[in-house]
């Protein structure tokens, strides 16, 4: 699950093909399915995100909630591939954009009518 925040103006334009850039390194960092995406974006207005100094307007937060297990260097290269794809791709500047990872147990989730730990993954 991704949650991405930004300012309206610069988030609306890119959504689509960031979302496409997120799924891609998902699949590549953490052998995630294709079709497991689960992306919602929030563009806010300029005076309901502030962010901090020696960013610009194209200042984006990456917020990715996964179920716990998956190695500190399959983490580290999702964070990576992001930074290097979001610039290649979007022409976001790693320094704009912020990510975090937050781990929670399979038994903490639920989808498809049971909990997370009860699913073959």
């Not at 390194?25 to 309901?48: Q, T, W, Y």
Request: hydrophobic share 40%; charged share 25%.
């Amino acid at each position: 699950m991704i949650r991405v925040y930004g300012l309206k103006e610069k988030l609306h334009p890119i959504r689509a093909k960031l979302s496409n850039v997120m799924n891609q390194c998902m699949i590549d960092a953490l052998s995630f399915p294709e079709g497991k995406r689960v992306h919602a974006f929030f563009p806010l207005d300029a005076e309901n995100f502030f962010y901090p100094e020696g960013r610009s307007e194209n200042y984006t937060v990456i917020e990715i909630t996964i179920m716990e297990g998956r190695e500190v260097s399959a983490r580290k290269a999702l964070v990576n591939l992001l930074f290097s794809k979001i610039e290649a791709e979007i022409g976001i500047k790693p320094n704009d954009i912020e990510i975090s990872i937050a781990q929670s147990p399979a038994h903490d989730w639920g989808f498809r009518g049971m909990t997370g730990d009860k699913a073959l993954l």
